[in-house]
């Protein structure tokens, strides 16, 4: 990966990781590669988790409870399941240090505002983010420095918050930037419907298409992984994505994801009865115009233009959310 940021003097002095799973590790390795931050502390629930992280080196200390791992830090990010942020927000209140920035990693953010929100307290900056990056796998051992390189994160700050809180967003934008993504400042409501249609209803499609052909009983299980280079294979990597996550994913953005299955339904049905009717030119004036898109995806770098995701390259990792 191209070094993109040579600097290594810390731009903030104590950071917080709550939560050491993919994310939370992704970050810690991320701060280390540029020293941005004079000292890392990470709480996780379990002490295999703790034990790991401890043993990798990546953090400078290691708490088994969130106030401990928050107290004095000038930069808190919560990087658990969207479900559990309310709680998390509640218990690391009172340990908050005046001044500090509360922030998340969550793949939603409408929810994540109406759980957090209540609980941070006055003088507490929350600046809910989402960096939409990530692959399909989860825990520890998960993480890498460049998780984040070229990658959009997008924060959605809260409104009408004053001079203090702006310069508080500035701050965190400049973290991102340093961290390796590109920052983009949006509405919580927006993010969660343009997320719902490139990320949760694709997740939502290739969990179900996997479990349809698990349930199939005219083709056999050995046929469908024996043959899944048709497709199907592409499809089985995102279904293996954190049952946890995506189920706090669907829970928390329902009105979003609903909206654009409804839509995505409709389109089904016009492709159902292109087919019926042999409508060739409906089908082939999609297929190109869908083409254009995955072109457009490539020429915006956030996708590799090697054939099969190139795979025959030994590429180790696959952009996500
Ligand atoms: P992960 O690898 O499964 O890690 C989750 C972490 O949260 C673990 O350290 C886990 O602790 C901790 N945790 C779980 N339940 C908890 C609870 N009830 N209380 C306290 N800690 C708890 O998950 P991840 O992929 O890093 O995802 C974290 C967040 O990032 C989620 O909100 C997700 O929406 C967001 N996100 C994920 C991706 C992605 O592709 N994965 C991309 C962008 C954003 P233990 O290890 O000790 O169990």
């Known amino acids: 990966m191209q070094d993109i940021f040579p600097d290594t003097s810390p731009i903030v002095d104590r950071v917080a990781l709550i939560g050491l799973g ?26 295999k988790t703790r034990d790991a992280v401890a043993e990798m ?32 927000a509640q218990e690391i209140a009172p340990a908050l240090k005046p001044g500090a920035i509360v922030s998340d990693v969550g793949s939603v953010k409408k929810a994540v505002i109406e759980s957090v929100g209540p609980y941070v307290p006055e003088g507490v900056h929350f600046i809910p983010a ?71 209803v694709p997740h ?29 294979r592409d499809f089985t990597r995102i279904a293996a994505s954190d049952p946890t996550m995506w189920r706090d994913v669907f829970l928390n953005n329902s009105e979003a994801v609903l909206e654009m299955l409804a839509r995505f339904s409709e389109d089904l049905t016009a492709l159902q009865r292109a087919i019926r009717w042999k409508d060739a030119d409906a089908l ?30 030994g590429s180790e990792h696959e952009a996500d959310d």
Not at 40 to 46: F, L, N, P, V
Not at 148 to 175: I, K, N, S
């Open 22 to 47: 993919l994310i939370g590790t992704s970050l810690a390795r991320a701060m280390r590669r540029r020293g941005l931050a004079a000292h890392i502390a990470g709480y996780a629930q379990s002490q």
């Open 130 to 200: 989402h960096p939409i990056a990530g692959t399909e796998h989860s825990g520890p051992f998960s993480g890498f420095a460049e998780l984040f390189d070229e990658r959009w994160c997008v924060l959605t700050p809260l409104e009408g918050m004053g001079q203090a809180y702006a310069e508080a967003v500035d701050r965190l934008t400049h973290f991102w930037s340093a961290c390796g993504a590109h920052v983009e400042i949006m509405e919580a409501k927006h993010h969660d419907l343009v997320l719902a249609i490139t990320s949760h």
């Open 204 to 232: 939502l499609i290739a969990y179900n298409i996997v479990g349809t052909a698990a349930d199939l009983e005219d083709v056999t299980r050995s046929e469908v992984i024996k043959y899944s280079a048709g497709g199907f």
């Open 57 to 88: 080196g990546i953090v400078d200390s290691v708490y088994d409870t969130m106030q401990n791992a928050v107290r004095d830090a000038d930069l808190v990010i919560l990087c658990v399941p969207v479900g559990v942020l309310g709680a998390v």
């Open 284 to 313: 082939y004036n999609l297929f190109s115009r869908t083409r254009e898109i995955r072109r457009s995806i490539i020429e915006a770098g956030q996708e590799t233009p090697e054939p099969d995701f190139g795979r025959s390259h």
